[in-house]
C-alpha cells in the first residue's frame, strides 16, 4: 500500500527544487527510484488530474497543492519499463513514457572529447536526435550550458513550460540532456536555462538544424536523414584534384536577392536551383559562392549575423531542399562555397549571446568580445568547447550537405586584437603583441581538420592585411588555408580604373604594383558584393566617361581580370553590367539583358569564362611566378601593359595586350617569345561585345624585328580602352613582315 505523502507546504528540499524548477539533476528526484527496498515513483505533470501506472492498480496521488505525483510502494508493482495514463480535466486519458526512467545516453568519450575540443562531429551527438531507446522512438535532446543552475526542453509539446522537463547534467563536462519518448520530427522547441542569479533565459538550440522562418525562432526536430545523394562521382573526382592547377571562376551569389517569383516572394532552393545551375553553366562558371544561408534573422545583415550555425535558412525551404541544391549544382558540373562566419555573432537574446546567463561563446571583457563597429559579439577562441563548437560547424557543411568549400569571412578581424580599435580599447596578448594567438591557433586546425577530413574541398580566407602565409602550410607556419582573396590587387585595380584615362599613365604601378607580391599567396581575384553597395556604386557606374567608354571599360577590366594571375570570383550582376548598386530587398535587373551593351558585357564574361578554362597557360600557374611574364609593363605614356602567361611545360602560351585609353594604337609593335603567326582568341572591342571592332581582328604573323628585349614581334592596330588576347598558331607560317614599326612607338619603347 501506498504511504501517505506530505503536503506542498511541508516538501522536502529536493522537492520543492524541482517544484520551483532549480534542480541541477532532475533525475535524481524524479521518475522511478528503489532504495532499501521500497519504491518511489515521483512525477511532476501539470495538466493531469489522475494518474496511473498503466496495466497495474497503481494511482499515484497527487501532493495536495503542487502538480507533483508520489507513490511509494513495492517495487513490483511498478516495472522498471512502465507506463502512465493520466488523465486531463476534460476526462481524456493520454498515454505517456515517462523521460525520467531512462538512464544517461551520451557516451563519455563524446563528452571527453568535446571538453578537450577534439570532437570533430559534436553536432551529432548535441542538439536534437531521433534515437530508439529500449525498443522506444523519441528524440535525444543535448546542449552545453555550464553555468546553468537548471536547463529544460520546452516547446509545444510541453507548452513551453520549462518545469516540465528538466534535463540531466552530466557531471563537469556542462552538457545536459535528456531523452523525450514518442517525440519525432517537426516539433517546435527551445531550451529555457535558469542562470546562477535565479534569471531565466528562452533560447534557440545552438546545434539545430533547423529553424522557423523569421520572425519566429523555434529550432525544429529533423528526421534522419535519407538523402538519396547521387555525386558520388563528383566527390571522388574532387578529393583527386590538384585545386591549384584546375581553372576556378566562381559566381557569388545571394539567393534572395538572385532572382524572384513573379510576385517578388522568395524561390525555394530546388527552383533556384535550377534555374541557377542552367544559368551559371552557360556562363562558364565552375563554381557558386552563396553569401552566407546559415539561418539569421535579419535580411539586411545579408546572412553574416548567423545565429543558426548548423541550419540552412528556411527562408527557401527545409534543410532536405539545400541538400538537392547541392547535388543539382554537382549534377551540372558545378561547385558550391558557402561564405562561413566564425569571426563573430549577433547578440540577439534568443541566441548565443550570455547563453547560460554567462559570457560563454564569447569574452567577458568588452576589449576582448566586442566588434564596435559591427555591433556584434567575438567568439572566444581560447575555450575548447566554442572551438569544437565552429570546428564542427564547418565540418557539419562540407560533410552533411557534400559542400566544396568555405569562404571564411573576416579573418583580419580574428588575426587582430586591436583590429579596428583604438589606444586602450584592447588587451595585447602574453608577449605583449597584437596578434590574437588563440585565433591563430583555430584557423590552423580549421584547416587541418577540414583538409583532413574532406580532401580536395577549398578554404578560402577574406582577409586583407598584410599577414604572412595565410595560404602556406601550417607545417611551413601558414595558416593552412588553400586560397585568400587579393584584395590589394582589387582595391588597386579598382581605383585605377575609376580615374579618367586622361591621367591614367600618372598611376601605371597601381596596375604593375601588384605582380611584386602575386605570388606570395595562393590568391583570388574578387569583384564580390562588397565592391557594389554603401555607395561604392556598381563596377559599370564606376567606370569614369559616357555610356559607351563606361561599357568598354568594363569589358576591359574582365579581360584583364580573367588573364591576371590568380583564380576569380564575380558577384551576381556584374557579369552583365548592372548599373545601378546591389539592393538585397529585391532581384537583379534582369531586363537589362534585353539592351545590347549589357548582353554585350554578358557575352564577353561567358567567352572569357570559356577562354580561361580551355587554355590551360591562363590557370595552370596562377600561384607560381614561372607562370607569368612581362612584355612591356613601363609603356605607362600609352597608358599599355602586355604580359605572357605560361603553363608547366611552357608550351602553352597566350599573350595578354591591354590599352587602357579611348586612343587608338595603330601599328602597335609587340614582342613575341618566339616567331609564328599569332591569333586573335578574344578581344573585348569586338562588335558582339557591343565594341567598335577597331582594326578588325588583331594578331598576325611575326617578323623577325627585335623588340621589348625579344627577337621577335608582331604589329597590331590596338583597339581603345581594350583587352585583347593572343595564342600562337602551331600551324601557320610566318610571313614576310608587310610593314615598317611606327616611328613614334619605336622611339618611345627604345
Known amino acids: 500500500m501506498p504511504t501517505g505523502t506530505p503536503a506542498a507546504a511541508q516538501l522536502p528540499e529536493h522537492l520543492q527544487r524541482i517544484l520551483e524548477a532549480r534542480h541541477h539533476d532532475p533525475f535524481e528526484v524524479l521518475g522511478r527510484h528503489v532504495k532499501d527496498g521500497i519504491c518511489a515513483l515521483r512525477l511532476f505533470l501539470p495538466k493531469a488530474e489522475r494518474v496511473r501506472v498503466a496495466g497495474t ?183 583527386q584534384a590538384d585545386w591549384s592547377h584546375q581553372p576556378l571562376s566562381v559566381y557569388e551569389v545571394h539567393l534572395s536577392s538572385w532572382q524572384r517569383s513573379a510576385d517578388g516572394n522568395f524561390l525555394g532552393y530546388r ?18 559562392e552563396l553569401l552566407p544561408i546559415t539561418e539569421h534573422p535579419l535580411d539586411a545583415s545579408w546572412g553574416y549575423q548567423t545565429t543558426g550555425y548548423f541550419a540552412p535558412t528556411s527562408r527557401f525551404g527545409a534543410p532536405e531542399d539545400f541538400r538537392w541544391f547541392v547535388n543539382h549544382l554537382h549534377g551540372k558540373g558545378i561547385g558550391v562555397l558557402l561564405d562561413w562566419v566564425p569571426a563573430h555573432f549577433p547578440r540577439d537574446t534568443f541566441a548565443l549571446a550570455r547563453y547560460d546567463g554567462s559570457a560563454l561563446y564569447e569574452h567577458e571583457d568588452p576589449r576582448l568580445g566586442e566588434h564596435k563597429d559591427w555591433g556584434t559579439l567575438i567568439f572566444n577562441f581560447g575555450r575548447n568547447e566554442v572551438k569544437n563548437f565552429l570546428l564542427s560547424s564547418a565540418l557539419f557543411w562540407l560533410e552533411e550537405f557534400h559542400l566544396d568549400g568555405l569562404r571564411v569571412d573576416a579573418v583580419a578581424s580574428m588575426l587582430y586584437l586591436d583590429y579596428s580599435r583604438n589606444a586602450g580599447e584592447w588587451i595585447p596578448n602574453r608577449y605583449g603583441g597584437n596578434e590574437n594567438l588563440e585565433a591563430v591557433d583555430f584557423l590552423r586546425q580549421l584547416n587541418e581538420v577540414t583538409h583532413g577530413q574532406h580532401p580536395g574541398t577549398l578554404m578560402i580566407a577574406e582577409e586583407s592585411t598584410a599577414w604572412p602565409a595565410v595560404s602556406r602550410p601550417t607545417f611551413a607556419g601558414g595558416l593552412g588555408f588553400t586560397m585568400k582573396w587579393n584584395m590589394g590587387w582589387m582595391h588597386d ?149 602586355s604580359y605572357l602567361r605560361k603553363d608547366r611545360t611552357g608550351a602553352a602560351k597566350v599573350l595578354a595586350l591591354f590599352n587602357f585609353t579611348p586612343v587608338p594604337r595603330p601599328g602597335y609593335r609587340l614582342g613575341v617569345p618566339e616567331a609564328g603567326f599569332y591569333r586573335e582568341v578574344i578581344n573585348s572591342d569586338a562588335g558582339i561585345y557591343g565594341g567598335s571592332s577597331y582594326g578588325e581582328r588583331v594578331g598576325g604573323a611575326s617578323e623577325p624585328v627585335e623588340w621589348m628585349g625579344r627577337p621577335h614581334s608582331i604589329l597590331v592596330d590596338l583597339p581603345p580602352l581594350a583587352g585583347v588576347v593572343l595564342a600562337r598558331d602551331p600551324t601557320a607560317e610566318p610571313t614576310e613582315p608587310s610593314r615598317e614599326p611606327d616611328e613614334a612607338q619605336d622611339a618611345d619603347a627604345q
Not at 529544460?152 to 518545469?163: E, L, Q
Not at 542562470?195 to 528526421?223: E, L, M, N, W
Not at 541557377?276 to 556562363?283: C, H, N, P
Open 493 to 641: 585595380t579598382l581605383a585605377y580604373f575609376s580615374k579618367d584615362p586622361i591621367y591614367r599613365h600618372y598611376h601605371h604601378d597601381m596596375l604593375t604594383f601588384g605582380l611584386l607580391y602575386a605570388f606570395t599567396e595562393n590568391f583570388v581575384l574578387p569583384f564580390s558584393h562588397d565592391e557594389v553597395v554603401h555607395g561604392k556604386h556598381s563596377l559599370l557606374d564606376r567606370m569614369p566617361g559616357d555610356g559607351w567608354r563606361k561599357f568598354a571599360g568594363l569589358r576591359l577590366l574582365y579581360a584583364f581580370m580573367f588573364t591576371y594571375p590568380g583564380k576569380k570570383l564575380l558577384f551576381q550582376g556584374c557579369e552583365f553590367g548592372q548599373g545601378r548598386e546591389w539592393d538585397f530587398a529585391g532581384e537583379l535587373d534582369w531586363y537589362l539583358l534585353d539592351r545590347e551593351p549589357h548582353r554585350g558585357i554578358h557575352q564577353l564574361v561567358a567567352d572569357l569564362n570559356r577562354l580561361y578554362r580551355r587554355q590551360r597557360a591562363l590557370y595552370d600557374l596562377d600561384f607560381q611566378d614561372t607562370g607569368f611574364e612581362w612584355i612591356d609593363c613601363n609603356d605607362s605614356s600609352q597608358s599599355v601593359l
Open 57 to 239: 492498480q497503481v494511482e499515484v496521488p497527487r501532493i495536495e497543492g503542487t502538480d507533483l505525483f508520489v507513490w511509494e510502494g513495492d517495487p513490483a508493482q511498478v516495472p522498471p519499463g512502465y507506463r502512465l495514463d493520466w488523465t486531463d480535466a476534460q476526462g481524456q486519458v493520454h498515454r505517456l513514457i515517462d523521460p525520467y526512467a531512462f538512464p544517461a545516453q551520451l557516451g563519455d568519450f563524446d563528452l571527453h572529447l568535446f571538453g578537450e575540443g577534439r570532437h570533430w562531429h559534436a553536432y551529432r551527438f548535441l542538439g536534437a536526435h531521433p534515437r530508439v531507446v529500449a525498443g522506444v522512438a523519441g528524440t535525444l535532446f543535448a546542449v552545453w550550458a555550464p553555468n546553468a543552475q537548471r536547463v529544460s526542453v520546452v516547446g509545444d509539446f510541453n507548452a513551453w513550460d520549462g518545469r516540465v522537463h528538466p534535463m540531466r547534467a552530466r557531471g563537469g563536462s556542462g552538457v545536459w540532456e535528456i531523452f523525450l519518448p514518442a517525440l519525432g520530427p517537426g516539433e517546435f522547441y527551445k531550451f529555457e536555462l535558469r542562470d546562477q542569479q535565479g534569471h531565466t533565459h528562452v533560447k534557440i538550440d545552438p546545434y539545430a538544424t533547423a529553424f522557423q522562418t523569421r520572425p519566429d525562432t523555434a529550432c525544429i526536430t529533423q528526421a534522419e536523414c535519407d538523402f538519396a545523394w547521387d555525386d558520388a562521382a563528383w566527390l571522388e573526382a574532387r578529393s
Open 271 to 288: 527552383e533556384i536551383a535550377t534555374r541557377l545551375a542552367d544559368y551559371v553553366q552557360a556562363a562558364g562558371f565552375t563554381h557558386v
